[in-house]
């Protein structure tokens, strides 16, 4: 179900292994069970073909799935907060895919020329035909981004993944070796304190004290190591011959709270996120000297391999995990961290966002509708701010407007599993079930690719246990209770304390008339959600 979903993106996991064949999902129209289809003839796993083109077995497969020999396709790349490829490299590859995707005589949308159009419209008045030109850049046959990306020095390998605009059909292809230069782009924590360190001093030449405050961390060793390895690049500083001959001290102390404030004196102060795909960032801040925040790095993806564990604990809190890793009852300190950040910088869409999710874990839904609004009036392409805009509405029982946002969300991410769960259940409650079974059958298959990699399988099980549940809702709906029961089975397999499984499988038991068993599983879900009876009849079941 919706309310336990663990938003997951597949364009960050690690390479899921050599494939030794193509991969397509079908959904046949009079059929709701996803079929993997292997055909084509095998290639050399992570690696073009000898002309350089795009496996033949594959395009096959979008053609199939298209039902079109020269389908419109949107090629959308890698995520864009991906960190295994710079920017510039995720462009050069996106390029080089549509040569490709072109050479094979597939057409191209003009979504390359999205953003240009955006600004035009957003520059300019009197021109009407502008949003329609945008909206047209964006009407494909099938999107195809880009997942699962391992770097190594010189390469990064990847799958293509094209899906249908309804979710109907997927075609994977096996992974793609592509030749690049240059070094992943993630920021080391060193240097990012030292240039921290060093904005300071051209900041506020006189600051003769800092305090350095423990960074906000889902853990205490990630918040020491970052404090820790502030403080030496302040020694360095203080140690700098410079100083020492001018004769300009510089006192470094770790405390647990700002100190007073007065001229000459600031504190350092920072987090620590793990985002809902695990990839890390920091932001630390100079503050005080009596004039405010002094310098900021932003929010900057760090690589923490070598600086505390990266596979720590987060807490996660549905339907996602949230951008940052603040533990339960500390949503008023995240809120009042983000409200620095934006003052700081009042177009930091990322702090939208994470402050949005703040209020939304405190019950504070208007406020938090309002951060997501905000965050999508500064980027519309951001498809976190619809993720997390839906599920406000799916809160207020606004399931039309909730699934307009998952369908922005999908269409702008459509490696995210969680978007596609989540527009399952709202297309469910809504009656629109077969739209409904394709999108969870989306969900599933996601998640299955995701799951091949050993080190993230146990991870994503209980978001496989979640979208099973969807569509055992799904099958629920549709009077089809055998099918309703064997999803409701696999879903309690994995977490047998669902109530929403437990309650849907006890409502479907009932309509096969096995009264006994039908009470027990209704009696076993109220103990553990009291409400779990209301909350179905909401969706249309009695």
Known sequence: MICRLVLVTLTILACA??????RHTAFDDNSDSAAVIVGGKPQVPGSLDSNGDLPDAWIREIRKCTRKDEPRIAVLGFDRNETAVSRDEAENIKFGVGNRLQKAGLVLTSGAEVTRLKDTREGTTGLPDAKALIHAAFVSDASIFFGLP?????RV???LLAITGAGDCMAISEPIEWAISGTPSLAVVSKVMAKAVKDLVEAAPNVRLVDVVPFSASTERCSTALADTLIYELTVEVRDPTRVLNGKTLSVTKVMARGPAEAGRVSAEGTFELDRDNRAFMRLWFE??????????GRVAIAIDR???PTMSVTQTPPAAPASSWQA???????????KAIDNDPRDVSAYIARGEAYRRKGSLAEALRDFNKAIALDRN??????????????????VRASENYDEAIRLKPGNASAWNNRCLTRAIIGR????????????RLLQLAMENPNAAQRLRPNYADALDSRGFTYLKRSRFDDAIADYNAALSIDPKNAEALYGRGRARLKLGDAVAGKSDIAAARAIRADIAEEFVHRGVQ
């Not at 391992?150 to 010189?154: L, N, V």
């Not at 951001?382 to 399931?399: E, K, M, Q, S, W």
């Open 329 to 339: 009852g500390n949503d008023d300190l995240a809120i009042s961290t983000y409200n």
């Open 307 to 309: 600086l505390c564990d």
């Open 157 to 159: 390998r990847f799958h």
């Open 150 to 154: 391992d770097r190594q020095t010189d």
């Open 288 to 297: 005080g000297d009596g004039r405010g925040i002094l310098t900021s790095t």
């Open 382 to 399: 951001n498809p976190d701010a619809f993720y997390n805009r839906g599920f406000i509405y799916t809160l207020l029982n606004d399931h």
């Open 433 to 444: 079930l077969q739209l409904a079974m394709n999108d969870c059958n989306a969900a599933l």
């Open 17 to 22: 292994g050599d494939a030794t064949a193509q």
